[in-house]
């Protein structure tokens, strides 16, 4: 196992494979979680795959509602906002995004698909957008990518970078077995609600922009920035984990 400590972010050991212990707040399992529809027509089927596969958990379950992401895809408290755009050829395929409070626990997240990428040949296939929309909404539950070396061989889940997908489109045991590690405790309080949370979070920053990430913690095997941190004050940070088109 090996950790990495950066800066003021609490150090984040990946042996584990959860994203930095970071996971909603609830006071039962199963609980649920509310993924926003906002994507179009072409996306509702693997949405509603990752949706499934990852409600075989026996911690959570997900459930697909209508979308009420607000400017550049942002989320209200309690649940994950999904939306695709052509956002342009800016590097990035997917994009996941966590908001952690000052007790560790998540409480909204984001996902967002390129399309600018997912129109073109190589990534058009059922195989690339099942993989990237199953890693991004895997990422708003608190996991991490088990293996972020593209030439690998496939490890058989969606949390795992590859150069073809055909066989990393699901998650596999591993990731069921993580989530109850990540989730076997109960917290004293739900982040899954709507709860009104003190404003000053940089509420009108468009979070699509690199800029708005906060630093680098990691870099993938091709040498980008995989994972970004940002420190938003009172306790609460941002985090953008980024899977980047080839
Ligand atoms: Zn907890
Ligand atoms: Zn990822």
Redesign the pocket.
């Known amino acids: 196992m090996f950790v990495l400590s950066a800066g003021t972010f609490a150090t984040i050991a990946y042996a584990t494979h959860s994203w930095g212990g970071y996971h909603w707040g609830r006071t039962a399992n199963p609980f649920n979680l509310k993924l926003g529809d906002n994507v179009s027509t072409a996306w509702d089927g693997h949405l509603a795959t990752a949706s499934g596969d990852w409600s075989v958990s026996s911690v959570l379950d997900t459930t697909i509602i209508p979308g009420q992401a607000k400017l550049n895809c942002r989320p209200s408290n309690g649940r994950v906002e999904v939306c695709n755009k052509t956002y342009g050829n800016n590097g990035w395929l997917g994009m ?1 995004q966590i908001w952690i409070n000052s007790s560790s626990h998540i409480t909204k997240g984001a996902v967002k698909v390129n399309d600018t990428y997912f129109n073109t040949l190589t990534y058009n296939t059922p195989a690339w957008r099942n993989l990237v929309m199953c ?2 909404v895997g ?1 708003t539950l608190g996991l991490d ?1 088990q293996d972020e070396i593209f030439d690998n061989p496939n490890l058989g889940t969606c949390m795992d970078y590859t150069n073809d997908p055909s066989t990393n489109q699901h998650p596999n045991q591993h990731d069921y077995d993580q989530l109850v590690t990540i989730y076997t405790h109960l917290d004293s309080t739900t982040t899954l609600g709507s709860i009104v949370l003190p404003k000053g979070n940089g509420a009108d920053v468009n979070l699509d922009n690199p800029s708005a990430w906060g630093k680098s913690l990691r870099k993938d095997s091709r040498g980008n920035d995989s994972l970004f941190g940002r420190d938003l004050g009172g306790g609460d940070k941002l985090f953008t ?1 980024i ?1 980047w088109a080839k």
Request: proline share 0%.
């Open positions: 996941a890693q991004e990422h990518h984990f899977i």
